[in-house]
């Protein structure tokens, strides 16, 4: 089993079109879209038709994903941007874009031998406003994983690819194919390559690309904070430190 790991698009089509033109160079039997499609960026709707055109793509759904179709801006939250974010997104999408959007799965299981599972979710274990940032200890990998027993674990949320071993579970973040906050513009994505006894290859890829479109559109934008997420795409910084993967 081959797979390719890629998620946090936060509406961001350039970007996502560049990782998957050089996914499709890999040949692999499955994509596995880590979550937050939407949300956070100027076409959410043609980010949604590129991923349901993919024929072998998994996508699952993200925190931002929930917000728009459970209605985070009619609820009482302290985040107007937020608020703006979520109900613009949803006016953006058609019926049938929020209709695919609810249909994806919070978490799912591949098992590609008995016995050896890969959990995938997308920010931690039953929690998909929580996060495994590199920078954690072990033991606050694990507090995180509330018992989780996958040998590999499949994730996005923290906008910074890594691998990582903690004792005898494989951690895998395979985020941002958009926006990263680790230092690094270039979108990235992760092959993962199935060898048997619950050992994967697994490499991280980094695409270089023209940002500076899209960076215009993100600044030109109506949805909110779109200036500074302009910054993040040219930068590879988030302008909140406390949120940096690494």
């Given at each position: 089993m081959k797979l390719a790991i890629y998620g946090d698009i936060h509406a961001q089509l350039t970007p996502l079109e560049v990782v998957v033109a050089e996914v499709d160079k890999h040949n692999v039997d499955w994509e596995i879209v880590v979550g937050d499609h939407v949300m956070g960026g100027p076409e959410p709707g043609e980010v949604i038709d590129l991923l349901r055109a993919r024929p072998n793509c998994i996508p699952i759904l993200g925190n931002f994903d929930r917000w728009v179709i459970d209605k985070i801006d009619e609820q009482d939250n302290p985040f107007p941007g937020r608020n703006n974010s979520s109900r613009m997104t949803r006016e953006a999408l058609s019926d049938e874009q929020l209709d695919w959007l609810r249909s994806l799965p919070h978490e799912m299981t591949l098992t590609p031998e008995p016995g050896h599972d890969a959990h995938i979710f997308h920010a931690a274990p039953g929690d998909d406003e929580g996060a495994l940032p590199l920078?954690?200890?072990?033991?606050?990998?694990?507090?995180?994983?509330?018992g989780d027993k996958a040998e590999t674990l499949i994730f996005g949320q923290v906008h910074g690819p890594y691998v990582r071993q903690v004792g005898n579970?494989?951690?895998?973040?395979?985020?941002?194919?958009?926006?990263?906050?680790?230092?690094?513009?270039?979108p990235a994505y992760v092959i993962m390559d199935y060898k048997g006894g619950g050992k994967w290859d697994v490499d991280i890829h980094r695409v270089a690309y023209d940002f500076e479109p899209q960076a215009k559109k993100n600044e030109d934008s109506p949805q909110p904070n779109g200036e500074r997420q302009a910054v993040t795409i040219r930068t590879g910084e988030y302008w909140n430190p406390a949120h940096m993967p690494h």
């Open positions: 920078r954690l200890t072990d033991d606050e990998i694990l507090e995180r994983l509330k579970q494989t951690l895998v973040c395979g985020a941002s194919a958009a926006v990263n906050w680790d230092g690094d513009n270039r």
